[in-house]
């Protein structure tokens, strides 16, 4: 154990109970001000700890840092660094934060360089060169089979071979609080014969993490299940906005395009692998033998409750679905491996999807697709209005964190909220 996920840990900075980001967290994002450009901070409590203003003070002077990395719009160039530098980092903050150590004590600067999370705005916290979105959940893949398949093999042949992936938009991925316009496409009405265009009338939520590459590889290498690790440097909230009328039509030969393309948001902060570790379980038994190159030891995933709540223009809000990340039938790791293998090139900042994160619950279901089961099961709110899919006005929360042993490391909220298409 790391000293900075130490759990007895209390920091000089208040930090609420059921708060996702205590001393032990230490997620990193981007953020500004009206008075300040875009730079790194980190979240404790109900606080962002500008590592500009650190950096300037001399915090991190024995670290040989480039006084100006934490003066970026981006967490590429820190990640770059690599992980020895970054994870470095992060402990020199757990100090600097820490109530009992009078060494590294900042708190005389606490006005200059924290501020309210209520009072930034958080920003992008990479640069997204590339992303793949993954399809690794048994329950999602079963149950999305059984609706437009085979209910009595709604599994392909090769779904428990390889962990199935597409390669999605980059530049859609918008950070919490980015309004997401309803998307317009061909769609093909039940029992018409010719498509019509218009605004998607099944917009749609997908329940998903997703992991961010910290080291780059270069074209032609392979990273194994053993060393994938060593090329993630955190996780993020994800949340693959779908058209599932528009995705119906134009889905096959080639997979998702216009129905997914116009926008995922992603939660700001990053957590790192280093601050999960607590939380590290196994996944579900994989019921056929891999290859070779897709099999692992030790436990690979994580326990990381994840929901989902609606919130309507009025205000009222209600949880649709609670779900897991250990859920997923194939890891990181394996996900990783499986799309190096080929020698195809990773970047720092590339983002992978985990796919919608269902459980073996209808209460767990990660979309609507499934929690209406095709819009056959309308959910009834507080308000007494009814929803198959998402309506105008809508705000669709994902909310994430690990609970063990009195302690909760979360990565905040990733908000959307539906406005009518242009």
Known sequence: MTRANNPNLRSWVQ????????????????????GLTPRLGVAIG????????????????????????????????????????????RSRLSQILDNDLEEWDASELAPFFLHAQRSVQM?????????????????????????FRDPANPLLPNWRHLPVA????????????????????????????????????LLDFELETAFIIGKPTQLGQSITTAEA???????????DWSARDIQRWEYVPLGPFLSKNFASTISPWVVTLEALEPFRTAGPPQELEVLPYLQYEGQKSFDIH???????????????????????????????????????????GDMLASGTISGSTPDSF????????????????????????????????????????????GFGEAVGRVEMGN
């Open 15 to 34: 930090v609420p109970p059921d708060s996702d980001f205590p001393i032990q967290n230490l997620p990193f994002g981007v953020f500004k001000t009206p």
């Open 46 to 89: 109900e606080q962002v700890a500008d590592l500009q203003v650190l950096s300037e003070h001399g915090f991190f002077d024995d670290l040989h840092l480039d006084k100006n990395i934490f003066a970026q719009p981006y967490l590429n160039d820190f990640i770059a660094l690599g992980k020895a530098k970054t994870s470095a980092v």
């Open 123 to 147: 920003l992008m916290p990479v640069r997204v060169g590339d992303y793949t979105d993954f399809y690794s959940s048994l329950e999602h893949a079963s149950n999305v089979g059984s609706m």
């Open 166 to 201: 597409y390669h999605g938009r980059a530049s859609s991925i918008v950070v919490s609080g980015t309004p997401i316009h309803r998307p317009k496409g061909q769609t093909l009405p039940d029992g018409a014969s010719q498509p019509v265009f218009g605004p998607t009338q």
């Open 229 to 239: 690790e060593e090329y993630i440097f955190g996780m993020v909230l994800f949340n």
């Open 306 to 348: 994840l929901e989902v709540a609606l919130r309507t223009d009025s205000g009222v809000e209600q949880t649709l679905c609670r779900s897991n990340f250990k859920y997923l039938y194939w890891n990181m790791s394996q996900q990783l491996a499986h799309h190096t293998v080929s020698g195809c090139n990773m970047n720092i």
């Open 366 to 409: 990660g979309s609507m697709l499934e929690l209406t089961w095709r819009g056959t099961k309308p959910i009834t709110l507080p308000d007494g209005t009814e929803r198959k899919f998402m309506a105008d006005g809508d705000s669709v929360i994902l909310r994430g964190y690990g609970a063990r042993n009195g302690l909760r490391i």
